[in-house]
Nanobody, 116 residues
Framework: QVQLVESGGGLVQPGGSLRLSCAAS????????MGWYRQAPGKQRELVATIRSRGNTNYADSVKGRFTISRDNAKNTVSLQMNSLKPEDTAVYYC??????????WGQGTQVTVSS
């Protein structure tokens, strides 16, 4: 089992920045990919960015050039640096981990609100 705990959400003005962090614990040796997803009110959960254990990254088109995902394998953390935030980035952001046998783990979510 893997436990994930997110931190770093909050309220920010349009154009501002936030950094989300996710700490993994438990059977961390089994983690392959980690990533961030988000869910806005009334919408389905969607991929934001993922990063594999070797560093390969993938981003949603809507965040390319504004968000950067990074991973510290020694500290078992994954972070999401979010710049040039827009109101449409408002959502609950969830950390996700996929292990080597394709089990999926989710964090509890952290609210990001972009508003003036």
């Amino acid at each position: 089992q893997v436990q994930l705990v997110e931190s770093g959400g909050g309220l920010v003005q349009p154009g501002g920045s936030l950094r989300l962090s996710c700490a993994a614990s438990g059977s961390i040796f089994s983690i392959n990919a980690m990533g961030w997803y988000r869910q806005a009110p009334g919408k389905q959960r969607e991929l934001v960015a993922t990063i594999r254990s070797r560093g390969n990254t993938n981003y949603a088109d809507s965040v390319k050039g504004r968000f950067t995902i990074s991973r510290d394998n020694a500290k078992n953390t994954v972070s999401l640096q979010m710049n040039s935030l827009k109101p449409e980035d408002t959502a609950v952001y969830y950390c996700r981990a996929d292990d080597t046998i394709f089990r999926v783990y989710w964090g509890q979510g952290t609210q990001v609100t972009v508003s003036s």
